[in-house]
């Protein structure tokens, strides 16, 4: 079990600099839901935003636009099959969380749930932008409260030694790329 | 030399969906720029738009408001070191093809060079969006021509089998990640 360690805000987009797919969760009254995402990037660093577009035609979509809120929570490769099926269900149809074995646990500054075993959290209020919303499916969230799992993000850097616990970039059709090799080059 | 093939507009989101770093080219009247970029991404599938932050401070912004267009190019690990020396100099003060050892290529849509030797490119052209651009940075393109290096980009999936060929990935401080390991799941 690893733990998790408190991100600077400014330094929050570090969680997402490098593309990662995150799951994006939410919650409104008694209702919570789960969906992966592909297209979610960093906006501004101090105070830290996020982008990330968001279907009409999705459950999450009612819950944020209910509640204001939402959680970007970063996947791993071991959570890979249970990212597939976030991204293949209708959460008006079926509890996402159980459909994907997936588990809840509270976050800090929302009432959005985090996504349990995740390696690290970016909880997010909605900057209401309702032309972006409506025409483009784009949300702009401010990260409110940052967290990372302490194995793989130290000092403001991903170390992805443990391959189970690399990030996901989402490809099509159930493949993905892990993220791969660092290197520095010289200036 | 690798032979560039062109990709069908509704798959070119393909090219963004794994969070690569991207090169952005632009132009206006004599003056040409590049500039380095970790957020980019995908906004919609057909027609094909993508979003872009592009800081009020660079070179770039004034030539993309004038002109209307820019290339997303993605570049491949071999071009790293000049992925980071185009992220790190002021397109004002030198002339950042020469200063990062890139070459202007034609385009094909837009009046915007493309950056040689690159895997692939989303030819542009802006969706005005002044209150995004002025209050977000915030830039949407839509993509009027897509090609890719044949080579690594094949039915519409990237095959990053030549590691010199795998896209970026951008860290912070002259670090990057390459794209890794391919796999899939099963639902």
């Not at 789960?34 to 999705?58: E, N, Q, S, Y």
């Not at 976030?86 to 459909?99: E, I, W």
């Not at 989402?170 to 993905?176: Q, R, S």
């Amino acid at each position: 079990m690893s733990r998790l360690r408190a991100v600077e805000l400014s330094k929050s987009y570090r969680l997402l600099n490098h593309g990662p797919t995150v799951l994006v969760s939410s919650a409104a009254g008694e209702r919570s839901n789960v969906m992966a995402a592909a297209w979610a990037m960093p906006l501004d660093f101090d105070p830290p935003k996020v982008l990330v577009v968001i279907d009409k035609a999705t459950h999450t979509r009612e819950l944020i636009e209910a509640s204001g809120e939402f959680v970007l929570n970063i996947p791993c490769r071991a959570q890979a099959a249970a990212v597939l099926r976030a991204g293949g269900a209708d959460g008006r149809l079926v509890d996402k969380f159980a459909y994907s074995g997936l588990s809840r646990r509270l976050a800090q500054k929302v009432a959005a749930p985090r996504v349990d075993g995740c390696i690290a959290y970016l909880e997010c209020k909605v900057i209401s932008e309702p032309h972006n919303q409506q025409c483009y499916d784009l949300f702009i969230g401010e990260v409110v409260a940052a967290e990372a799992d302490e194995e793989v993000f130290v000092d403001g850097r991903w170390h992805f030694d443990d391959e189970a616990k690399r990030s996901l970039h989402y490809i099509a059709g159930g493949a993905f790329f892990a993220t791969g090799e660092a290197f520095e080059v010289e200036k």
